[in-house]
């Protein structure tokens, strides 16, 4: 499961992240790498980009980025 | 430390100013509030420059301490050292001594948001491999705390190796004591270990720094290991040519890139300390923080982004209206005093018609302008433009940018030099030149004079419903202008600035309420850029304007004897023969002269030779065209007290036709809402494209989109019309 696939609200430990592709790289320096609890808050109209938080810093990402990270979902509450 | 006295007088009763003996650099991450507190440590005791070579704003200011003063450097805010953007290049450059005329700190203050703790640790653990000494100040605790959270200074300095850390709240001044003591003991701070998040990237820095002969510093060398791509210098290169180098890379980075295994290590470390020194308590459930996070929400953003945008154009015209009413009564006034005082002669008219009328009619728009850069400086404190680039991003994606550019759009609306500059954050060339081209489209400040003129003076002051007509006319103008940019981005991108799709990620901060202080001090620097416009570029405009409209004087008296020649003519009103008499002299001048080897061009329009001549001489600067107008119809005329508008109103071509139909003022501010006349724009796009071809295009291409929208406009409207 990846980033792109949570549901809104719900929260997920990053797992594994693809360094290779464009963008990745940058969107670590902002917080997200392996071991980080992220939630997913909600998509803009239309689906995307994504706003996720980390550590109650949101980020925006696009679901192509987010596509590359990993996650393992808590269970929903 | 009892005897801070000098000749029995103590130190802080001497009124002299110290000069400031150690100069420290303010840095933090973008929205931490380091602009709030540099405000606050400074006052008015600061100055804008730029950095040599680079656009970049620069700002220094002083503080004063009990026993010295310190100069403080405000970089721009940035998350990293990693150098993507210029912004970051140059906080990079100044704190590692790179810039020229900019000494390298000796200190630095690192501004760390209490709410944004966790990416606020990370720069602050690469800011300490720096090794110069060091103050972190903790912004926005009275928010962590209403949001529940609490943190364990001591606990955090000591994570930090024992650099002081200091809670303040800027608004209130909380704190800020404590803060200048620590800042006064910055030059005796004891050296630091290494930081804690990496230590084995310090350690073979410091070694090769050793194998140096210690000429290069560790953190130079740390920048050239994590970032292999950027220029090194000689001397480094041939350090990083010794043979443990590979197998360092190696057990640092294990194959991966540099800096993803740096976020690895630092955020790793980040979590812990994150643990370590957050104290949860029940959070204070606050109304505007459930109101903001349910607003946040996609919809509700959306609708409230578009209503925000309505609001701006309404309040730019009801609130302004009653002051310019004011301001423009006063200049009539003065106008007609002058006259008064001086009798009917060359430099009365000169005072009265070239400086009053022409400066005044600008400054009129003072109001308006003010209005609109309040609302722009607020939506860019509040974190407000940052959600907006958030919300756009899908809709800029139709158009081949990313949510990226709408911030730079955004600052177009106030005007299109600081936003051509605000794009160096955007990553991708060609997505920074096509936003470049569709920034001096969007409706700047120096348009708003000439619409808000032509809208007062020929748009009924109606309401529909709630809403204001002359409102919504100027919305639609706004609309035009987006409409232009954003096709024209389009084109480019899928012909000449083809490329692969953007990639977006920003950081969202939270909204805020604007800090008071802040947003006069930038408001103020907008007022003092416009009034200078004003007093130089169009004072200049409008006294030239005057001169070439004044001479050669037409031999009025025996115009007049030659234009009476017989009583048996029904007798000619006085006022009417000199409104004669002032057409006559404005015709025979040199300005009118002029005006009619134009007139040709623009005839297609509906634009007689004194629009015409206005209009050319914008093209150096927009705002101009009113003051050109207010002087033109100003000189000779016999009703000096008549406002600009109804002198627009009343104009006619010879034959008696009105030259202000619906058709030719619609047609008109197309064209304004298209053609580019802004000097300063061209020159910031030669700058920071880095070639003629881009400022060279975007003219040619403007001026001729406004021309044919203004032509259509004006033939398809009067065959409508009759």
């Known amino acids: 499961m990846t980033l792109a696939d949570l549901k809104p609200g719900q929260s997920a430990c990053i797992r594994r992240i693809d360094t290779s592709k464009p963008g990745v790289v940058r969107l670590m320096v902002l917080g997200l790498t392996e071991g980080t609890m992220v939630r997913f808050e909600h998509a803009a109209i239309g689906g995307d980009p994504l706003e996720i938080s980390v550590f109650g810093a949101s980020i925006s990402v696009r679901r192509q980025q987010a596509a590359f990270f990993d996650v393992a979902p808590e269970p929903a509450l | ?477 706004y609309l035009l202008g987006i409409a232009g940019g954003l096709i024209t981005a389009r084109l480019l991108k899928s012909s000449a600035l083809r490329g692969p799709k953007p990639v977006f990620m920003l950081s969202l901060p939270e909204f805020r309420w604007p800090n008071t202080p802040t947003v006069l001090i930038k408001l103020m620097d907008r007022v003092k850029v416009f009034l200078k416009r004003a007093g130089t570029v169009i004072f200049s405009v409008a006294v030239i304007v005057w001169f070439l409209a004044y001479y050669p004087r037409a031999e009025i008296n025996s115009v007049l004897k030659s234009g009476q020649p017989s009583v048996s003519l029904p007798a000619v009103p006085a006022p009417k023969a000199a409104n004669e008499a002032a057409a006559l002299q404005m015709e025979q001048s040199w300005l009118g002269r002029m005006g009619r080897y134009v007139e040709p061009i623009f005839l297609p329009l509906g634009w007689d030779w004194r629009v015409s001549s206005a209009v050319i001489a914008g093209f150096p600067a927009r705002e101009v065209v009113v003051a050109v107008m207010g002087t033109l119809y100003a000189v000779g005329s016999e009703a000096d007290d008549a406002s600009l508008t109804q002198k627009l109103r009343s104009a006619t071509w010879p034959d008696g036709k009105a030259i202000f139909t619906m058709p030719m003022v619609l047609g008109l501010m197309v064209f304004y809402a298209w053609c580019l006349q802004c000097a300063a724009t061209l020159a910031t796009i030669r700058r920071e494209t880095n070639s003629w071809r881009w400022p060279v295009f975007a003219w040619g291409y403007m001026t001729s989109l406004g021309y044919l929208g203004a032509l259509v406009i004006y033939q398809a409207g009067t065959l409508i019309w009759s």
């Open chain 2, 1 to 477: 430390m009892n005897t801070k006295t000098t000749f029995g007088v103590p130190l802080e009763q001497v009124l002299i100013r110290r000069k400031a003996r150690i100069s420290v650099a303010v840095i933090g991450n973008p929205n931490s509030g380091k602009s709030t507190l540099f405000n606050r440590l400074t006052g008015l005791r600061q100055s804008t420059g730029n950095y040599p070579g680079v656009t970049v704003e620069k700002h220094v200011g002083t503080t004063q301490l009990t026993a010295c003063a310190v100069e403080l450097i405000d970089l721009p805010g940035i998350y990293c050292l990693s150098g993507h953007s210029a912004d970051e290049r140059i906080a990079v450059d100044v704190l590692l001594g790179r810039i020229a005329n900019t000494p390298k700190p000796s200190g630095l203050l690192v501004v760390v948001d209490a709410t944004h703790l966790y990416q606020g640790l990370y720069l602050l653990e690469q800011l300490l491999e720096v090794s110069i000494p060091t103050v972190v100040a903790i912004t926005m605790s009275d928010v962590a705390l209403a949001n529940g959270i609490s943190l364990d200074i001591a606990a955090l300095s000591k994570r930090l190796g024992g650099t002081p850390v200091c809670e303040v709240v800027a608004k209130t001044g909380k704190g800020i004591e404590q803060l200048k003591v620590a800042l006064e003991g910055l030059p005796h701070q004891p050296q630091r270990g290494f930081p804690e998040s990496w230590p084995q990237l310090s350690l073979a820095a410091a070694q090769l720094s050793d194998k140096s002969g210690g000429s290069i510093a560790r953190i130079d060398i740390i920048q050239a290991l994590l970032h292999p791509e950027n220029p090194m210098d000689p001397k480094m290169q041939n350090l990083l040519q010794n043979k443990s180098v590979p197998e360092i890379r190696e057990r640092l980075f294990r194959g991966q890139p540099p800096q993803a295994e740096e976020a690895r290590h630092r955020y790793l470390w980040a979590r812990e300390t994150v643990q370590e020194v957050q104290q949860h308590a029940p959070a204070i459930s606050r109304f505007g923080a459930r109101l903001t996070r349910w607003l946040n929400q996609p919809w509700p953003a959306t609708v409230m982004f578009f209503g925000v945008m309505v609001l701006v154009f309404q309040a730019v015209f009801s609130w302004a209206t009653p002051i310019m009413k004011q301001i423009e009564l006063l200049a009539a006034a003065a106008g007609l005093a002058v006259t008064e005082r001086l009798g009917e002669n060359a430099f009365a008219s000169f005072v009265a018609d070239g400086v009053i009328a022409g400066v005044g009619s600008v400054v009129i728009f003072l109001p308006q302008i003010l209005i609109l850069f309040l609302f722009v400086i607020i939506l860019e404190d509040s974190g407000y433009l940052a959600r907006a680039a958030f919300l756009m991003d899908r809709l800029m994606r139709t158009v081949g940018l990313s949510g990226q550019s709408v911030i730079p759009l955004l600052s177009s609306f106030a005007c299109a030099v600081p936003a051509i500059m605000a794009t160096r954050v955007i990553p991708d060339r060609r997505d920074r030149i096509a936003t470049i081209l569709a920034a001096p489209f969007m409706t700047c400040s120096a348009r708003l004079p000439i619409y808000a003129l032509l809208i007062a003076a020929f748009v009924p002051q109606q309401y529909l419903g709630v809403l204001n007509v002359q409102g919504l006319v100027l919305f639609g103008l």
